[in-house]
């Protein structure tokens, strides 16, 4: 199996020496576990509500399913990496971004809205009207202002999120049971 050391005089020797280096270069205690960014596991959710929401018509099924960042992008590479190239239900998901809803160039299942200025935001809402796109913001109080997922931190600094079903419900979408589980429930204006 291994090279015999009568063969190739000194090889036992640079063996040794360069296993002692590789075994001294390893940590000496398992690494921790890989611990996914903030926005990593944002976008993982952003997968997750294309798999559990459905929208009043169902299209093509070779057509993607579309989601849209508009404003500020707080994802950068990352919604690729994380998400580009997965399918749900048979369709891919196709990311597209816009610095205003109007200039999406087409509908958008998911639209994360990246803006933190409520006027820009109560703005981005109103362009959206009642059309069915599952609208999405990281921005406090997104959800009470009319918005559908609002994510937030726990104080455990784990990232979870807030429903607005009336604003789901005005939209035609339906959301899975499993997903308003794991929700805290808001509505408009409360």
Same mark, same amino acid.
């Given at each position: 199996m291994f090279a015999s050391t009568s063969?190739?005089?000194?090889?036992?020797r640079s063996l040794a020496c360069v296993l002692l280096v590789v075994f001294a270069a390893a940590p000496a205690f398992p690494q921790t576990p890989y611990q996914p960014t903030e926005n990593e596991v944002k976008a993982a959710f952003l997968y997750h509500f294309a798999q559990l929401v459905t929208w009043p018509e169902e299209s093509d099924p070779a057509t993607p399913i579309t989601v849209a960042i508009v404003g500020p992008d707080p994802f950068g590479p990352k919604l690729e990496t994380t998400i580009g190239g997965q399918t749900v239900r048979g369709r891919t998901l196709r990311i597209v971004r816009a610095p205003t809803v109007a200039e999406i160039g087409g509908p958008a299942h998911i639209v994360f809205i990246g803006h933190k200025d409520r006027g820009?935001?109560?703005r981005a809402l109103a362009a959206l009207g009642k059309s069915p796109s599952l609208t999405v913001s990281a921005t406090s109080g997104?959800?009470?202002r009319g918005g559908m997922v609002e994510f937030r931190l726990t104080p455990q600094? *784990? /990232?979870?999120f807030d429903i607005n079903v009336e604003a789901v419900g005005a939209a035609g979408l339906k959301m899975s049971s499993q997903l308003l589980?794991?929700? *805290? /429930?808001?509505?408009?204006?409360?």
């Open positions: 063969r190739f005089p000194g090889l036992g820009e935001i109560d997104f959800a009470k600094e *784990r /990232v979870t589980k794991i929700a *805290r /429930v808001v509505e408009t204006g409360k």
